[in-house]
């Protein structure tokens, strides 16, 4: 893996707007996609695309949110910040691929849920906080993969899953460097110095524990070689996925709710645990 790179440049290339998005990896890593729409309560959100696929000819639910490369393609994804909907959608999939027995992956770039007057009136505390609990007891392999940026509860909400994987120039945060530097120092413009300060990078939170294993990518980041940075992902997901599929469902949920709890906890009470 190339770890030369600074925490702000690893920043910036997860934040490529070329970057691969979720249409990209279920085009080139699933077959047979088959989209799902709406949370069956209020509507239908862009920012968040799921539906079943095949995976090596084994069905699997696929969810991810979805940013664009082009002005156009964001304004219609909402620049991937989803909305209560959204949330709704991605748990009324993960409950039917709980009662199909099918497993989950979930790709996650975004700056964060949108936080706009109208998605907090719709509920969207309520709607992650409800993904929270719920991914927490599912019975099924749940495999989640930071592709680009996965920042704040946003994130979170995709993410509670027996492996969190990440691509080694993605980032993972409670929140973007800009509004760490804001808070720490009233001044966004040390955002660079934020990043060196948060431990966002891939290596950095796999020693931490927070995450399981880091995807390599081709140098300079896997916009420039996306078929390289695919196979790559693909060897990854059936490596982690043959191990879970070892574990009798009521394990795997025993395993995550246990795995979520130790995070943050002294190393004293993590070896008792």
């Not at 990078?201 to 524990?209: M, N, Q, V």
């Amino acid at each position: 893996m190339h770890n030369s790179l600074t925490a702000a440049e690893q920043v910036n290339i997860a934040r490529h707007p070329q970057r691969p998005n979720i249409s990209d990896y279920i085009g080139a890593l699933f077959t047979d996609f088959f989209e799902q729409k709406g949370d069956r309560l209020c509507g239908e959100d862009a920012a968040i695309l799921g539906g079943v696929a095949l995976y090596h000819s084994r069905p699997v639910t696929v969810i991810g949110t979805r940013k664009g490369k082009t002005l156009e393609e964001n304004l219609k994804c909402n620049f991937g910040m989803p909305n209560p909907e959204g949330y709704r959608k991605a748990l009324r999939l993960m409950k039917q691929a709980e009662k199909f027995r099918r497993p989950v992956f979930t790709f996650i770039d975004t700056s964060g849920a949108y936080p706009g007057l109208e998605a907090e009136a719709r509920g969207q505390g309520e709607a992650i906080a409800r993904n929270l609990m719920e991914m927490s007891g599912l019975t099924v392999p749940v495999i989640a993969v930071i592709t680009g940026e996965g920042n704040s509860g946003g994130a979170l909400a995709l993410a509670v899953a027996d492996r969190v994987l990440m691509l080694e120039n993605a980032v993972y945060a409670i929140l973007s460097p800009e509004g760490f530097a804001s808070i720490l120092w009233k001044d966004a413009q040390r955002r660079d110095e934020a990043c060196g300060l948060m431990k966002l990078t891939a290596p950095d939170l796999l020693e931490l524990g927070v995450i399981d294993d880091v995807i390599p990518e081709p140098e300079g980041g896997a916009h420039l070689a996306p078929a390289v940075a695919m196979r790559q992902v693909d060897r990854c997901l059936a490596r982690h996925l043959a191990e879970l599929d070892k574990e009798s469902g009521k394990a795997l949920a025993a395993a995550r709710y246990q795995k979520f709890r130790r995070l943050g906890a002294p190393a004293s009470q993590k070896e008792e645990g």
